[in-house]
T-cell receptor, first 114, second 117 residues
Framework: AQKITQTQPGMFVQEKEAVTLDCTYD???????LFWYKQPSSGEMIFLIY??????QNATEGRYSLNFQKARKSANLVISASQLGDSAMYFC???????????FGAGTILRVKS | NAGVMQNPRHLVRRRGQEARLRCSPM?????VYWYRQLPEEGLKFMVY????????ESGMPKERFSAEFPKEGPSILRIQQVVRGDSAAYFC???????????????FGPGTRLTVL
């Protein structure tokens, strides 16, 4: 079974600064995938970034990067140069080797201040 | 390139009525997933379907809930005799045909907000 833990219920960041959202995971699967999704107040779920457990390099997508530390079982999301539009709920999720379902964390609410 | 479509976006039902939620996957996607999000919580997996087949229903409540993905038409999540505890956001996601790896990202629809009075 997989488990995702997001320990930060809420975060504040000043506009244009970088912010790190924490995610730790637990699995016994030999391979797995890690995902981050953004849920703005309008409610939709927007895919941000993916990291495979065997990927040698940390994933990056524009202003999003994933700080993947396999030994620590952490997959933190880094948002650089925060914008007001980044204010949203952020979910970390994982998919194990033997199934297709995503397991989600409880989420972190990010508020960007001007 | 249309994304995952869900309708209705909002649905209000009285206790005991039936709720039908529809999901049309992205073009070219043959895998559909349903998730439920209770207020102030993360998403919880319910069921995974391919055309005409239920692959994994380990997250579906044993009673009143059913899902289908027919050969033609959208996937349907059906909730019979709804109760107040069924009030939640129901999300559908789709992914392309499996390529045997872990990189098949699931793309989500806008969700259906079900309110049971």
């Amino acid at each position: 079974a997989q488990k995702i833990t997001q320990t930060q219920p809420g975060m504040f960041v000043q506009e244009k600064e970088a912010v790190t959202l924490d995610c730790t995971y637990d699995t016994s699967d030999p391979s797995y995938g890690l995902f981050w999704y953004k849920q703005p107040s309008s409610g939709e779920m927007i895919f941000l970034i993916y990291q495979g457990s065997y990927d040698q390099q940390n994933a990056t997508e524009g202003r999003y990067s994933l700080n993947f530390q396999k030994a620590r079982k952490s997959a933190n999301l880094v948002i650089s140069a925060s914008q007001l539009g980044d204010s949203a709920m952020y979910f970390c999720a994982m998919r194990g080797a033997y199934g297709n379902k995503l397991v989600f964390g409880a989420g972190t609410i990010l508020r960007v201040k001007s | 390139n249309a994304g995952v479509m869900q309708n209705p976006r909002h649905l209000v039902r009285r206790r005991g009525q039936e709720a039908r939620l529809r999901c049309s996957p992205m073009k070219g996607h043959s895998h559909v997933y349903w998730y439920r999000q209770l207020p102030e919580e993360g998403l919880k997996f319910m069921v995974y379907l391919q055309k005409e087949n239920i692959i994994d229903e380990s997250g579906m409540p044993k009673e009143r809930f059913s899902a289908e993905f027919p050969k033609e038409g959208p996937s349907i999540l059906r909730i019979q005799q709804v109760v107040r505890g069924d009030s939640a956001a129901y999300f559908c996601a789709s992914s392309p045909p499996a390529r045997g790896g872990l990189t098949d990202t699931q793309y989500f629809g806008p969700g259906t907000r079900l309110t049971v009075l």
